[in-house]
T-cell receptor, first 114, second 111 residues
Framework: EDKVVQSPLSLVVHEGDTVTLNCSYE??????LLWYKQEKKAPTFLFML????IEKKSGRLSSILDKKELFSILNITATQTGDSAVYLC??????????????FGQGTILTVHP | DGGITQSPKYLFRKEGQNVTLSCEQN?????MYWYRQDPGQGLRLIYY???????QKGDIAEGYSVSREKKESFPLTVTSAQKNPTAFYLC??????????FGDGTRLSIL
């Protein structure tokens, strides 16, 4: 059975801090790992990672994958109150298409105080 | 604008009642999905459909049913057999090698 574990489950920081969110996985026939941001309603796509060691970057957010150690990290630098959200990590299930059935982690609740 | 529309935003169910959650997409996506989200448990897959008139059970299908008569629509029925239906329900769609897009969700509560 595929498994995705995120840590920490919750995190409280102040504006300007840098945070690192972790996602470890056990999945048959790994294809990719996805990060989503959820602010109360619809999760929105952040990154898709397929290769080890190649950093994906978007503004203050960046993510990297380690396929040997089976984990990914999501970094947010100079956090702002608008970064407060649940961050979800997901991997496609074995037998699914590249972006088909997804197994999600529990999510990390990030709260950024002014 | 293209997107996924879920309705209603809030829904209340009485004991023994079946309720249906609507999900419509105008993205021309082939695949559609239903997830349930409980606090501290992330998203869990209920049902998914890769093409019209075909669907498969996900990890927690018991007490739920779906249909896929049209490409744009994938309604979810929460039956009276689902004993703990209170949750946030999210619908998603995807096509090819693109990431899933999500609707804004329906929050279901028990009266």
């Amino acid at each position: 059975e595929d498994k995705v574990v995120q840590s920490p489950l919750s995190l409280v920081v102040h504006e300007g801090d840098t945070v690192t969110l972790n996602c470890s996985y056990e999945v048959t026939n790994f294809r990719s790992l996805l990060w989503y941001k959820q602010e109360k309603k619809a999760p929105t796509f952040l990154f898709m990672l397929t290769s080890s060691g190649i950093e994906k970057k978007s503004g203050r957010l960046s993510s990297i994958l380690d396929k040997k150690e089976l984990f990914s990290i999501l970094n947010i630098t100079a956090t702002q109150t608008g970064d407060s959200a649940v961050y979800l990590c997901a991997v496609p299930n074995a037998g699914g298409t590249s972006y088909g059935k997804l197994t999600f982690g529990q999510g990390t609740i990030l709260t950024v105080h002014p | 604008d293209g997107g996924i529309t879920q309705s209603p935003k809030y829904l209340f169910r009485k004991e023994g009642q079946n309720v249906t959650l609507s999900c419509e997409q105008n993205l021309n996506h082939d695949a559609m999905y239903w997830y349930r989200q409980d606090p501290g448990q992330g998203l869990r897959l209920i049902y998914y459909s890769q093409i019209v008139n075909d669907f498969q059970k996900g990890d927690i299908a018991e007490g739920y049913s779906v249909s896929r008569e049209k490409k744009e629509s994938f309604p979810l029925t929460v039956t009276s057999a689902q004993k703990n239906p209170t949750a946030f329900y999210l619908c998603a769609s995807s096509t090819g090698d693109q990431p899933q897009h999500f609707g804004d969700g329906t929050r279901l509560s028990i009266l």
